[in-house]
């Protein structure tokens, strides 16, 4: 009983899940928006039409053989015995490494291709992180952190338009998809990966992860918001505003091991080991009364606590300028 109720409740979430899926179009690699998904859809063609070709004549030879050479009806003979051909083994060898050279070159030189294109100067630059199970998404000329849903601006002839992805991953291998404006792209860990976009459609574009990655690999959802150029300035504006940076501040905070050693109340971030920094603003002091509690000492303190109380436990968590700042504005709130 319990189980049949557990199987009903997979079946709900999986129609839940398709519903939300079904406001978009499903992802089609047949009506390709960007440059590399264009190319991948003209190779795909050309892969197609010689694996139909090769079925056509296999198929056929197989059923005109079928038909020609069946048994029949009171014909005890055996047919003729043909042991070994020269020119038949010849043919069988040679044709399939000319066709898998020829799809191995025209692959070869569409993957070329799309490596090799020149990033131009005014590119949008944007890191994408694969995580078990979602995509942590990066701007790093524009200090926005997000989610699962990219933006980026669509391509016009007036307004060129291209987005340069920079791939990691932060656990296991996953691999970047969006059907309709590039190719699968590996996100390996301890690699980084490129790949890039020029969508020439605005619209919400979907993707998935294509690489088995765990449990929720199917859930590990991803969607291109192609946006008018202004529309997408917006957006960034919106992103980019303090609370912006409170809130990157707060999800680097929580994604570090901070969290190990100090407690915020509110939050994932329940240890012990450190003091509880809750109320870190209603304090006068830091290091536990060796700095006047201000936001350049702040700063100083997260970047490097052993310069200022060598040997002490708090190490230097190696947080590069942007980050620094995004983590002291989220401390500098904490009242
Ligand atoms: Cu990530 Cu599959």
């Given at each position: 009983m319990k189980s049949l109720a557990r199987?009903?409740?997979?079946?709900?979430?999986?129609?839940?899940?398709?519903?939300?899926?079904?406001?978009?179009?499903?992802?089609?690699?047949?009506?390709?928006q960007a440059t590399p998904a264009d190319s991948v859809y003209h190779l795909s063609l050309l892969v197609l039409s010689v694996c139909a070709t090769i079925f056509a004549i296999v198929a056929g030879l197989l059923a005109f053989t079928i038909v020609k050479f069946r048994r029949i009806a009171n014909d005890e003979n055996e047919p003729p015995q043909v042991y070994g051909s020269n020119r038949i083994e010849m043919a069988w060898t040679v044709i399939p490494v000319l066709i898998v050279f020829v799809l191995t070159m025209a692959t070869a030189r569409v993957v070329i291709a799309i490596q090799n294109k020149p990033v131009p100067k005014d590119a949008l630059h944007v890191t994408v992180v694969g995580h078990q199970w979602w995509?942590?998404?990066?701007?790093?000329?524009?200090?926005?952190?997000?989610?699962?849903?990219?933006?980026?601006?669509?391509?016009?002839?007036d307004r060129p338009a291209f987005a340069f992805l920079t791939l990691q991953s932060a656990d296991v291998a996953h691999s970047f998809w969006v059907p309709q404006l590039a190719g699968k792209t590996d996100v390996i860990p301890n690699r980084t990966n490129t790949m890039w976009i020029d969508?020439?459609?605005?619209?919400?574009?979907?993707?998935n992860c294509a690489e088995y990655c765990g449990m929720q690999h199917a859930n590990m959802l991803l969607r291109v918001i192609v946006?008018?150029?202004?529309?997408?300035?917006?957006?960034?504006?919106?992103?980019m505003t303090a609370a912006g940076s409170q809130a990157r501040g707060r999800?680097?905070?929580?994604?570090?091991?901070?969290?190990?050693?100090?407690?915020?109340?509110?939050?994932?971030?329940?240890?012990?080991?450190?003091?509880?920094?809750?109320h870190l603003m209603g304090r006068t002091t830091l290091a536990s009364g060796m700095i006047p509690n201000t936001a350049e000492n702040l700063r100083a303190w997260v970047k490097d606590p052993q310069v200022i109380k060598p040997g002490n436990f708090m190490p230097n968590m190696q947080l590069n300028a942007p980050e620094l700042d995004a983590v002291v504005s989220y401390l500098s709130s904490l009242k």
């Open positions: 199987l009903a409740g997979f079946w709900w979430a999986s129609v839940a899940i398709a519903a939300a899926q079904s406001e978009h179009p499903v992802a089609n690699i047949f009506k390709p995509w942590e998404i990066r701007y790093p000329d524009l200090g926005i952190v997000t989610a699962n849903e990219l933006h980026v601006p669509v391509n016009t002839a969508p020439r459609v605005t619209g919400t574009f979907l993707g946006q008018p150029q202004a529309d997408f300035e917006r957006w960034a504006a919106g992103e999800a680097a905070f929580l994604s570090l091991s901070c969290v190990n050693c100090h407690t915020v109340s509110g939050t994932s971030a329940a240890g012990t080991f450190g003091p509880d920094l809750s």
